[in-house]
């Protein structure tokens, strides 16, 4: 009898350990075990950090939310109820005289996943977006699914481009790479005092500054992150805002003078002209994917020239004047020094650029990163080096750049790292992106290897980080980082989705591979794609 209860005494220890174990897995819901608002005094150890505000948020109704963003969305799916907890780090005063701190928010919820999300900013920051988690997760944001998600201003207030904060010397340091280390550590202190444990997984994803932030995390806090989704990556802005000073200059020399002698850039190409310029295109490169579909997949074997359209006599609505022709072959070849060295790549040929909402190049849009090339707006004589010798004698610019390649202590723990751009993005340019991505695999022992812990996905058609006439913008590779991290399964496709199609999905591929139609099957269904190279 004794040995029965014995044996039945193991059993139950054995599932007591196996419920456990399973509780603590990540994906299991896991209840908070302290209470939202008893948080306002929670005190970390050696951290100057202060809680201002913790309250419970009840559930919100799919479709009440909208999406953060440039262009506002609902949001399809409901919030369920969270603790929301803002907080502020290191207050101070600066040596202008501002009030100074690492605002940040995070989002706890009542039914968490066991996971952690850190979502990147936008812009200079300056101001804490909500903690949703919509970078790359498609319509079902991280807060949805049960992740605890953060946000921060990285240590300043101000609107999005607001550059006066740099005046202080550790608000533009906070800025470069010090606040996102400081609220990645201090937040998950809170998750683990909130739940009584810590987060099983740390994930990171943004877009723009965002995706800044998400390769500063590989490369200056290799250990923090176990997946990182980065997007249309600011990784270098003086050289991007070379590149837009010159598809300025180039557009700015063809445009007709308004009232005060300033080139007016909004009449250099008219919207016929642009029409005829896209459809142009997608008659040149849209079925080099096997279907002719009003989108480009194989990019790197779209080699368009818009000479196709130089008129041979007089200006017409079916041509462009050889000025148009070669202000178009000059802003997409993207800047070169007098060497012939290329400063900036070419952008690829996608309708998105000239169909979007500030035609070709969005070319006048405002520079989106600390302003090295302050009162060249319009530019009419402009020097390549001298622009070049001006950004490498910019001390911040070494602080902001993300372009070291060593990752090997991210990728020796197990991360997983994934980059996706938009083709028809106006600011930063995919080849950029890629060229860094192909640089980064070579020195880490080679593209084969690296493929082991890193992907690179083109978005044909998508503008910067969301949007276009033409694309499949929703997909979901936040939840693929997660697939790979968690359980192996590397992301060789992701399905995409977009207003601009409804009914249509593809996959995206990762490079070098594309979406290429297998010749039979419906043409709006992704089963009907396969991954080509």
């Not at 969305?73 to 100074?100: E, F, L, N, Q």
Request: hydrophobic letters at 35%; proline letters at 7%.
């Amino acid at each position: 009898m004794k040995s029965v209860q014995r044996s039945a005494a193991v059993v139950c220890l054995a599932l007591l350990v196996a419920v456990c174990c399973r509780a603590q897995a990540a994906g299991d819901s896991v209840a908070p075990v302290q209470k939202c608002a008893d948080l306002v005094n929670l005190k970390i150890t050696g951290a100057n950090m202060q809680i201002t505000k913790a309250e419970p948020v009840p559930t919100t109704p799919a479709g009440t939310l909208r999406t953060p963003s440039l262009t506002p969305t609902a949001i399809p799916v409901a919030i369920p109820s969270y603790c929301r907890v803002d907080g502020v780090i290191d207050p101070r005063t600066g040596v202008d005289g501002k009030p100074y701190a690492i605002g940040f928010q995070i989002a706890l919820p009542d039914n968490w996943n066991g996971r952690f999300l850190f979502q990147g900013g936008g812009g200079l920051n300056g101001m804490i977006i909500p903690p949703l988690g919509m970078a790359g997760a498609g319509d079902d944001p991280a807060l949805a699914r049960g992740f605890a998600v953060v946000s921060t201003d990285t240590g300043h207030k101000g609107a999005v481009f607001d550059a006066s904060f740099m005046k202080d010397q550790l608000a533009s340091l906070n800025f470069a790479y010090i606040a996102v280390g400081r609220v990645a550590v201090i937040s998950k202190q809170i998750i683990a005092q909130y739940y009584g444990k810590p987060a099983a997984h740390s994930y990171f994803a943004g877009c723009s500054t965002g995706g800044r932030e998400g390769m500063l995390m590989s490369q200056r806090y290799p250990t923090y992150f176990d997946g990182i989704v980065v997007g249309d990556p600011a990784m270098r802005t003086g050289y991007s805002n070379i590149g837009l000073a010159w598809a300025r200059k180039a557009f700015a020399e063809i445009a007709p003078k308004d009232a005060n002698g300033k080139p007016d850039a909004v009449k250099d190409f008219s919207p016929g002209d642009k029409k005829l310029l896209a459809d142009s295109i997608m008659k040149s490169c849209d079925e080099l994917d096997g279907l002719k579909d009003g989108m480009i997949f194989n990019t790197k074997a779209c080699h368009y020239d818009p000479a196709v359209l130089q008129c041979k006599g007089p200006k017409t609505d079916s041509c462009l004047t050889d000025q148009q022709v070669g202000a178009l072959q000059k802003a997409f070849a993207g800047p070169k020094d007098s060497r012939g060295n290329q400063v900036y790549p070419a952008f690829p040929w996608d309708t998105g650029h000239l169909q979007g909402s500030g035609g070709p190049f969005m070319s006048f849009l405002p520079n989106p990163g600390p302003n090295i090339l302050a009162g060249v707006e319009q530019p009419t004589n402009i020097s390549i080096d001298t622009l070049v010798e001006r950004v490498r004698d910019n001390d911040s610019q070494i602080l902001t750049d993300t372009t070291w390649t060593n990752l090997s202590t991210f990728f020796g723990h197990g991360g997983k790292l994934v980059y996706y751009h938009g083709t028809s993005d106006p600011v930063f340019s995919a080849f950029d992106t890629l060229a860094y991505y192909e640089k980064m695999a070579a020195e880490n022992a080679g593209a084969d290897q690296a493929m082991n812990s890193s992907r690179f996905f083109f978005v044909p058609g998508m503008e910067h980080c969301e949007g276009g006439p033409a694309t499949l913008d929703k997909f979901d590779l936040l939840g693929a980082v997660v697939d790979w991290v968690e359980n192996g399964k590397a992301p060789d496709s992701v399905t995409a989705t977009g207003k601009d199609f409804p009914g249509r999905t593809r996959p995206l591929c990762a490079y070098p591979k594309y979406a290429h139609y297998k010749g039979q099957g419906d043409p709006e269904n992704a089963s009907s794609f396969e991954c080509r190279e």
